[in-house]
């Protein structure tokens, strides 16, 4: 696997469901972030983490709870979710925070609240 | 509030044909990114554009910066079908570069 790979690539939940959203990163960058990219809105950016540790949480509902056990993999976890989260959920990576770091991103998860 | 506007939202235009499409941001950035997105796909990122001025150029695409007038064009030059997709700029802010703001995107359709 090269590059930053999501799991799944769909997913259909009902509001009372606990879920979660995987990501990795095979390019050794430091930082992480998860972006929502809904249908009418442009592309948001939620969490963003470096070397495992949460640096911003974009005012996020907490029924989206993000976990980055390592600098590789970034997980989102779903819970008791609404119709209006149906979206795009983006993963992607840097180098580092500062600088001239692009973001490479995820082909991302396609998720249906129902 | 950085704000980020494209325009158009969407295009269609034929084969062969050029256009621009626009991106206007509304407070100072250090930097102006471009990226594509195929349907169902990630983003690929186009380009990173650093300074007042900056052009670069990729087959059929231009990319340029104009810091002044807080605007970034994107131009194609004789579209080609495979260049349908949506583009994005994005602009990071000033004070933490790694947030990015997103435009909404410009939805191209090539016509043969």
């Known amino acids: 696997e090269t590059g930053v790979t999501q799991t799944p690539r769909h997913l259909v939940m009902g509001m009372t469901n606990k879920k979660s959203l995987k990501c990795e990163q095979h390019l050794g960058h430091n930082a992480m972030y998860w972006y929502k990219q809904s249908a009418k809105k442009p592309l948001e950016l939620m969490f963003v983490?470096?070397?495992?540790?949460?640096?911003e949480n974009n005012s996020v509902p907490s029924r989206f709870s993000p976990e980055c056990p390592n600098s590789s993999h970034l997980f989102l976890h779903l819970h008791t979710l609404q119709p209006e989260d149906s979206a795009l959920y983006l993963c992607a990576s840097s180098p580092g925070l500062a600088g001239n770091y692009e973001q490479y991103f995820g082909p991302g998860t396609r998720l249906t609240v129902t | 509030e950085l704000k980020v506007e494209q325009n158009p939202l969407f295009l269609s235009m034929q084969e062969g044909k050029n256009y621009t499409i626009y991106c206007n941001y509304s407070?100072?950035?250090?930097?102006l990114y471009w990226y594509r997105q195929d349907p169902g796909k990630s983003l690929e990122s186009l380009f990173v554009l650093l300074s007042n001025g900056a052009v670069k150029q990729e087959g059929r695409l231009m990319a340029s910066l104009d810091t002044k007038a807080r605007l970034s064009t994107l131009h194609i030059t004789a579209a080609v079908h495979d260049l349908s997709a949506t583009y994005f700029c994005a602009v990071d802010k000033k004070d933490s570069s790694y947030k990015l703001i997103f435009g909404s995107g410009t939805r191209l359709l090539v016509r043969p």
């Open positions: 407070t100072t950035s250090d930097r």
């Open positions: 983490y470096n070397f495992k540790e949460q640096t």
